[in-house]
């Protein structure tokens, strides 16, 4: 995998937000991943976990854009972390720090492990 699949994967997932449907963002995520999301304290555990975080952060009309990004590969496994801004369909944004990891499950790459936080400063 290069780094434009990997950034790819990232616009794949920026992409579904857009569609405002939690059903189409979670199907990105694998069925154990764990999410831990920006703008929520809970831990979010699988599919319907995850669902639910995106059914609330998708009413926000979120677009995301990166300002950072630092990519890894190894082997089956695509690291993508850095920095990131949200901006909402309010007029607000919020910047985080956000980590994708990816996994190659055989026919396709899904995110096992997402941790995204706001700034502290």
Do not use: C
């Amino acid at each position: 995998m290069n780094e434009n699949e990997i950034t790819a994967l990232f616009n794949e997932w920026n992409k579904a937000l857009k569609t405002e449907n939690p059903e189409k963002v979670a199907a990105l995520y694998a069925s154990n991943a764990i999410l831990l999301p920006t703008m929520s304290n809970q831990v979010r555990h699988n599919h319907e976990e995850i669902k639910d975080y995106f059914v609330h952060f998708l009413q926000k009309g979120p677009v995301g854009s990166i300002d950072e990004s630092n990519l890894r590969t190894f082997g089956l496994l695509a690291i993508n972390s850095g920095i990131y801004t949200f901006a909402f369909k309010d007029g607000t944004s919020v910047q985080g720090r956000f980590t994708f990891v990816y996994q190659w499950n055989g026919q396709r790459w899904q995110i096992i492990e997402h941790h995204s936080s706001q700034m502290p400063e």
